[in-house]
């Protein structure tokens, strides 16, 4: 099992470079195709309207710009993945709006790479919402890149947020080519004597033997704490020097999430190390 193809979002922001390095980085360790893809922002569903329906006022905005600067982005990704040594690449610039476009184009990949939206250096062309969109529209793994901090080499002592959900099994199984290439894992649990967590008499022994028998190499860290569970896997993650985490997203309602707060929307908010996840 390994990884095919991977699609990374690019734009014209300071942050595009850091995602094509990492997106680099692991189309080089399995041998996969890497596409950039770019988007103006805007479907072509608007003017279509404004031709079709006479309700719909006509749209004449100059999009040229706005090309051009895909353009400028996606050839910044093509000259950036062939001096990093990815043998196959392609690019992809997409009259959509950046959200539906990951998500569509994503559903033919194995990975898709984007990044953080909040905090930093943000293409006003991107809604505040990207990753979570991306997230829940489109079944393939995302990789979240942070907005701060320069990435370095990534996957190497990977964090795994292990709670028995079908979202972190998910996860789990999408990134097991990535797993398998990393020096250390950690399977983090965080309050396993909870209802609903069925992990026995010894929490994480089945993943952990599981992934054992994936030639993975890992750890169970459990850890017991009032506070949210959200502060105790960054903890943990801060504490073992992990560069990458792999968890479930959206376990419970985006709604319930927005309201109450939850993992998947603290790490999104939080981050300092790219998220690999699946909902």
């Given at each position: ?9 690019v734009?014209t922001?300071?942050?595009s470079?850091?995602r ?5 980085q692991?189309a080089?360790?399995d041998?996969?195709?890497?596409i950039?893809?770019?988007t103006?922002g805007w ?5 279509a309207?404004g031709a ?9 905005m100059d ?7 895909c353009?400028?982005a996606?050839?910044a990704?093509?000259?950036q993945a ?6 196959s690449?392609?690019?992809?610039l997409?009259?959509e ?6 998500a569509?184009h994503g ?7 984007l990044?953080q939206t909040?905090g930093?250096a ?15 529209n489109?079944?393939t793994?995302?990789l979240v ?5 320069s990435?370095g ?5 990977i964090?795994?947020?292990?709670n028995?959900?079908m979202?972190?099994?998910r996860a789990?199984?999408s990134?097991i080519p990535v797993?398998q290439r990393?020096?250390?894992v950690?399977l983090v649990?965080i309050?396993p004597e909870?209802p609903g967590?069925?992990e ?8 952990a ?6 030639g993975i190499?890992?750890?169970v860290l459990?850890r017991?704490t009032?506070d949210?569970a959200?502060?105790?896997?960054i ?5 073992c020097g992990?560069d990458?985490i792999v968890m479930g ?5 985006r709604?319930r ?5 939850g993992v ?6 939080s981050?300092?190390v790219?998220?690999?996840m699946?909902?």
């Open positions: 099992m390994s990884l095919k193809t991977i699609i990374v979002h734009d922001t300071s942050r470079g850091e094509v390095k990492i997106a680099a692991l080089m360790d041998d996969a195709h890497l950039g893809l770019a103006t479907s072509s569903f608007v003017f309207m079709i329906d006479p309700m719909v006022p006509p749209c004449s999009l040229e710009p706005v090309r051009q600067d353009r400028t996606l050839a990704f093509e000259a062939r001096a990093l040594g990815v043998a690449v392609e690019t992809r997409v009259e709006e950046a959200g539906m476009a990951l569509l559903r033919y990949s194995d990975l898709i790479v990044g909040r930093a943000n293409s006003v062309l991107v809604r505040n919402d990207f990753p979570e969109y991306v997230l829940l489109c079944a793994p995302v890149v942070p907005a701060s901090a990435a080499s990534v996957g190497r002592h964090a795994v947020a292990w028995g959900s979202e972190a099994r789990i199984a990134a797993l990393a020096r250390q950690s649990i309050n909870l967590m069925d026995g008499d010894e929490p994480g022994a089945d993943m033997l599981y992934l054992a028998r994936q190499r890992v750890e459990c017991a009032q949210g959200d502060e105790a896997i903890d943990a993650m801060s504490a992990a990458m997203a959206y376990g419970r309602s709604l999430e927005f309201i109450m707060g998947t929307r603290t790490m999104l908010e981050m300092t790219p998220a690999w699946a909902h």
